[in-house]
């Protein structure tokens, strides 16, 4: 026996046992028949190959038996031929067998003669390789190195040998190769290998095909989608939006202002990709001081002064890191231009050469040198100096300074100081401007005679003054200051007439006060002039103008009375003159100036009675006339006494007789 058939019943193979005793000499035939051929279909002639002609297929009977159940065939007895009689269904009858036999026997009546009749079940490709899965969804890490395996399920064939599953398919990809692990029997086990890596950020899942083939011709096949989805691993360093970043701010910008927002990106998923901004580790407290920068934002601000003048760009590492578990950094620079504003006012500096400048300088002196500085930039420090015009001084540049030089002569007597004001201005918008005064201290230079106050002078002194007492006083002035304008004085004596007045007088040298050494009379000398020189002692010193004249004139005391021009007056008389003849002139002088010596003539107190009564005196001319009866019995003599007074305040009286002889 050329076949047997594996996993038959028990039952059926006591029944084979029997056959085969019963016909040892039987045949044995064998037909092939493809599985799932329709009813009807022919599988072999059996009348004819056992050389039954149709009276003895008739006479004996054919009969198909397979065991106990109804077989797939049937043979028919008018033909003898063998037919598809029903379903026949490989995979049910064989299950996964490489070879499905079919043990029919061919019963055939009087005598009994059993033929074995073994129908070959041809397989017949009609089961694709099926997937479990229709699709299978990987999550593979984009970190995960090449090489990686990730093994798949397999798919399933009904058909079996050659028509299960013969070989798989992956669809064209960069990433993966198929690896199929042969176990035998059928079974084939597909794996994914990771031949390059994935990166999430450029594809976050890849969608490729598995294709099962079977060895069919033409092959069926089943498909697989598989998934990739690639997980994320924090591979990516936040990204920030430019290389660097440059910003201009105002300086003075108040807290809070904006500065810039910088803004960085990461690849990466979750927390990998979440990006939080700071200052590197680099930036020094003084950047810190004057900027913020929001940790989530990136919005950076103005958190203290800004100042040009101080600092007038920034430079400051700004970093971004991602919140993964192994944070990744990247840095960028933040450049802050800082825009200088016109907020410092020139400054001025003065440097003066000396501390009094003398007032015969020459135009063109440099008194004092000026700087000037503005903290700010450009044009908001540029400056321009100016100085006031009413004043002898003129600025002239040199050499990023400026020297206040003198413009004319000066003069300390007309102006012993000046403020000098040098104003500066820089060319900001609005600009600014400051001041500075600075003294000039004209010194002197004895370039001033001194004056007399009045000349020439006139004195009066009253006569018969104090000797040694002062009797008066001159003043000179000299404008010039201190030694220079101190001034002596002294009497100038030339040899000659004066020498002798002067030597009366004394001059105190400081005071210009004029002693008498003696007392004058004005009776004597009336007038008389000398000279005085004022001298200043400066170096060289300077004198008054020549001399000055002091012209005196001594004042008249009432110190002398009238005196009459005759010791006595004797004169004679007729009797009965008429009235208002004259009968003397008396003449009296006084030696007194003014009215001091004016001389008025009265009749004097003591004179008699009698007298009285007949003569009269003219008060200004000093006449004496008749002014009664003169009769010579009455009376032959008069004896008359007259004043001479002068008109002093305390008039001085000199009295004189008159005897006057009557003829009768
Ligand atoms: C499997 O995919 C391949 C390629 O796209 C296709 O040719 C084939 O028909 C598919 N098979 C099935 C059973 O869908
Ligand atoms: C891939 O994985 C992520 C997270 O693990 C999930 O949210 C997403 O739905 C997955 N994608 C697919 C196509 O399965
Ligand atoms: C002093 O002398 C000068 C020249 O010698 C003359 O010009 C000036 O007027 C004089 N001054 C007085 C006060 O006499
Ligand atoms: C008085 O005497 C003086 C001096 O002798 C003389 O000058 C004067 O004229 C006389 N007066 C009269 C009024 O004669």
């Known amino acids: 026996r050329s076949s047997t058939r594996r996993g038959q019943t028990k039952w059926t193979s006591i029944i084979m046992v029997l056959m085969s005793f019963w016909s040892s000499s039987s045949a044995q035939f064998r037909y092939s028949v493809l599985e799932e051929a329709p009813e009807g279909t022919i599988v072999g002639n059996i009348g004819k190959d056992l050389g039954l002609d149709n009276t003895m297929r008739r006479e004996r009977g054919m009969r198909i038996v397979y065991g106990s159940k109804e077989p797939p065939f049937i043979v028919k007895q008018d033909d003898g031929v063998l037919y598809v009689n029903g379903k026949i269904d490989r995979e049910e009858i064989c299950e996964r067998r490489k070879d499905c036999l079919i043990d029919l026997k061919l019963v055939l009546q009087n005598p009994l003669e059993i033929n074995h009749v073994i129908v070959e079940i041809v397989d017949v490709n009609d089961n694709s390789p099926i997937f479990q899965q229709k699709e299978n969804i990987l999550d593979v890490s984009e970190s995960a190195l090449p090489g990686a395996k990730f093994q798949l399920q397999a798919a399933r064939d009904a058909d079996s040998g050659l028509l299960s599953v013969q070989q798989y398919r992956l669809s064209q990809n960069r990433h993966f190769r198929l690896d199929v692990k042969d176990r035998g029997e059928d079974r084939k086990t597909p794996s994914l290998v990771l031949e390059k890596p994935l990166d999430r950020e450029s594809v976050k899942s890849h969608v490729l095909l598995l294709t099962a083939l079977d060895g069919g011709k033409p092959p069926k096949s089943g498909n697989m989608t598989i998934v990739v989805n690639v997980s994320d691993a924090n591979d990516n360093p936040p990204v920030f939006s430019q290389e660097s970043y440059t910003v201009s701010l105002k300086e003075n910008s108040p807290v809070g202002t904006t500065v810039i927002q910088v803004s960085a990106t990461d690849l990466d998923e979750g927390s990998n990709g979440q990006v939080e901004y700071s200052f590197g580790n680099d930036v020094d407290a003084q950047v810190r ?16 002064t800004i100042d040009f003048e101080e600092c007038s760009r920034y430079e400051i590492d700004v970093q971004a890191s991602d919140k993964g578990t192994a944070t990744l950094n990247t840095e960028t620079s933040v450049i802050i231009n800082i825009v200088d504003l016109n907020d410092n006012e020139p400054e001025v500096e003065v440097t003066s050469f000396s501390q009094a400048l003398p007032e015969d300088s020459k135009p063109g002196t440099t ?17 321009m100096c100016y100085i006031n015009p009413d004043i002898p001084f003129l600025l002239t540049p040199s050499e990023n300074m400026y020297a206040v030089v003198t413009k004319s002569r000066l003069d300390r007597e007309m102006m012993a100081q000046y403020d000098v004001t040098i104003s500066a201005k820089d060319e900001g918008e609005p600009p600014f401007s400051s001041e500075k005064t600075m003294k000039v201290v004209v010194s002197d230079v004895n370039d001033n005679v001194p004056e007399f106050v009045l000349s020439p002078y006139t004195f009066y002194i009253t006569e018969n003054n104090n000797p040694g007492a002062s009797v008066f006083s001159v003043k000179a002035y000299d404008q010039d200051d201190g030694d220079n304008a101190l001034i002596s004085y002294h009497i100038l004596r030339e ?89 003397v002139q008396v003449n009296a002088t006084d030696l007194d100036d003014g009215t001091n010596g004016e001389v008025i003539y009265s009749l004097g107190k003591s004179t008699n009675q009698l007298a009285l009564n007949i003569f009269d005196i003219n008060p200004i ?18 004896e008359i006494e007259i004043e001479a007074s002068d008109k002093g305040i305390a008039p001085l009286t000199t009295e004189k007789s008159v005897n006057i002889k009557i003829i009768d």
Request: no cysteine; charged share 20%.
């Open 289 to 304: 001081e004057r900027f913020n920068i929001n940790r989530e934002t990136g919005v950076i601000v103005v958190s203290g």
């Open 367 to 383: 008194v004092a040198l000026i700087s000037v500085k503005d903290a700010d930039s450009g044009l908001n420090g540029k400056v």
């Open 495 to 583: 040899k000659g007439s004066h020498d002798t007045l002067t030597s009366f007088l004394n001059i105190n040298a400081e005071t210009g006060s004029i002693l008498a050494l003696k007392s004058f009379d004005f009776e004597t000398l009336k007038t008389f002039q000398f000279q005085v020189v004022a001298t200043d002692s400066g170096t060289p010193s300077l004198s008054s103008n020549g001399s000055m004249n002091i012209q005196i004139h001594i004042l008249d005391v009432n110190d002398n009375v009238p005196v009459f021009s005759s010791d006595a007056y004797s004169v004679t008389l007729r009797e009965n003159s008429p009235l208002g003849t004259t009968v």
């Open 621 to 638: 001319t000093g006449d004496i006339t008749v002014k009664g009866l003169i009769d010579y019995e009455e009376r032959d003599k008069y």
